[in-house]
C-alpha cells in the first residue's frame, strides 16, 4: 500500500482555519484519500474523503492538488473540540493502514 | 442509531489466559476490521473479515483468533500466545470489503474501543 507522510504536532487557535498538510508522493490512479480523526480513549471518527476533486462536508474541506501527490485537510474555524491526532490513509484495493498522524493542539 | 458496538471497555487478563472481545454492528456491512494502538503509535491491522464465514490475517496476527459466524458479529480472542497484549483494541466495519471492488470510496466506522490490559 501506497504510504502517507504527515507532521507529527500542529497548534491553531481557536476560530481560525486549520490547514493539515498531507503528502501521498506513490498514490496510485485508485486510490482514495480517506481523513479521520481520534480523540483520546475512542476509536477514529471519519471526517471526508476524496479522489481527484475538492470535497466539502458539515466538518471539514478537503483539497486535493491536481497530480494528488499531495492534500490538505481544512478546518474551517477550529473549536476545542477538534482537537485531535488526525490521520490521512490511503485506500484503494488493499486493506487501511494508519501512521502516527498529525496531533491537533488548539488553544483558545 | 447505526453503529458498532464494542464490550467490554476495560478487561483484564491474567497470565495465561484467553480473553475474547466484542464487536457488534447494525449497518450491515460486509467488511469488518480488528486493529490494536500502542500509546502515541497508529492502528495495526489484527485481522479482517469480507463475508461471513471468511478472515484475513493482517500485519500482526500471531497470537489472535477471529471469528465470523454472523454478519454483524465478530469477535477477538486475546489468546496466551500474545505475549504482550496490553493495548487498545479498535473494531471498524465498512459496507464492503477491501478487495472489492470500489471499497476506496467506503469509509470506516469505529467502535469506541476496548482496553485490555494485565493483571
Known amino acids: 500500500d501506497a504510504k502517507t507522510t504527515q507532521p507529527n504536532s500542529m497548534e491553531s487557535n481557536e476560530e481560525e482555519p486549520v490547514h493539515l498538510p498531507c503528502n501521498h508522493s506513490t498514490i496510485s490512479g485508485t486510490d482514495y484519500i480517506h481523513w479521520y480523526r481520534q480523540l483520546p480513549s475512542q476509536g477514529p471518527e471519519y471526517v471526508i474523503h476524496?479522489?481527484?476533486s475538492n470535497v466539502n462536508n458539515r466538518m471539514a474541506s478537503l483539497a486535493i492538488a491536481e497530480d494528488r501527490k499531495s492534500s490538505t485537510l481544512i478546518l474551517h474555524r477550529a473549536t476545542l473540540r477538534d482537537a485531535a491526532v488526525y490521520y490521512c490513509i490511503l485506500r484503494g484495493g488493499g486493506d487501511m493502514r494508519f501512521g502516527a498522524g498529525t496531533r491537533l493542539t488548539v488553544k483558545p | 442509531d447505526g453503529g458498532i458496538t464494542q464490550s467490554p471497555k476495560y478487561l483484564f487478563r491474567k497470565e495465561g489466559q484467553n480473553v475474547t472481545l466484542s464487536c457488534e454492528q447494525n449497518l450491515n456491512h460486509d467488511a469488518m476490521y480488528w486493529y490494536r494502538q500502542d500509546p502515541g503509535q497508529g492502528l495495526r491491522l489484527i485481522y479482517y473479515?469480507?463475508?461471513?464465514?471468511?478472515?484475513q490475517k493482517g500485519d500482526i496476527a500471531e497470537g489472535y483468533s477471529v471469528s465470523r459466524e454472523k454478519k454483524e458479529s465478530f469477535p477477538l480472542t486475546v489468546t496466551s500466545a500474545q505475549k504482550n497484549p496490553t493495548a487498545f483494541y479498535l473494531c471498524?466495519?465498512?459496507?464492503?470489503?477491501?478487495?472489492?471492488?470500489?471499497?476506496?470510496?467506503?469509509?470506516?466506522?469505529f467502535g469506541d474501543g476496548t482496553r485490555l490490559s494485565i493483571l
Open positions: 473479515s469480507q463475508i461471513v464465514n471468511d478472515f
Open positions: 476524496g479522489l481527484t
Open positions: 471498524a466495519s465498512s459496507r464492503v470489503g477491501p478487495l472489492t471492488g470500489g471499497a476506496g470510496n467506503q469509509p470506516q466506522h
